[in-house]
């Protein structure tokens, strides 16, 4: 029996059109924002704004804010320093009762529908995703990185 899907994507240098097809050709039910601050200076990424765009396409959001990396780790992510950022992630973050629950959410939500994780950055290497990711493989998931073209 295949392992269920959790998809995981990055929005750097992508175009919402591309972005929002990408999804949609994964199969993609429900985009599941694990960004601490649903905010971008990129066009149509912003929490309302992507959320519209998705229910054209017929694709749910959830919010998983407690799910987001703070201000020091996304400054890490963004300098390539993946260890420190996975670091600060683990430590700051999911150590915390509230990021556990939100966790267990997300996973319940993988396992009833297709999801993708988003965050910024394109490499998820240097994305808290990858974290996540993982920690859904050792339940039994499969994970799939997406890139936008």
Do not use: W
């Not at 400054?75 to 600060?88: H, T």
Request: aromatic content about 6%; glycine content about 8%.
């Amino acid at each position: 029996m295949a392992k269920p899907q959790v998809f995981t994507i990055g929005y750097e240098g992508a175009d919402v059109d591309r972005f929002l097809a990408t999804l949609k050709d994964a199969g993609v039910e429900t985009l599941a924002d694990v960004r601490a601050v649903a905010l971008s200076r990129k066009r149509g990424f912003s929490k309302s704004s992507l959320r519209d765009a998705l229910a054209s396409q017929g694709i749910g959001y959830e919010h998983f804010i407690k799910l987001g990396t703070p201000k020091e780790g996304r400054q890490a992510a963004r300098a390539g320093d993946g260890e420190l950022m996975r670091r600060i992630y683990c430590d700051e973050v999911l150590a915390t009762e509230e990021a556990q629950e939100a966790f267990r959410d997300l996973e319940a939500l993988a396992g009833a529908r297709p999801i993708c994780l988003l965050c910024f950055e394109r490499d998820p290497a240097n994305c808290h995703r990858r974290v996540l990711a993982q920690r859904l493989e050792g339940l039994g998931f499969e994970t799939v990185d997406l890139m936008v073209l």
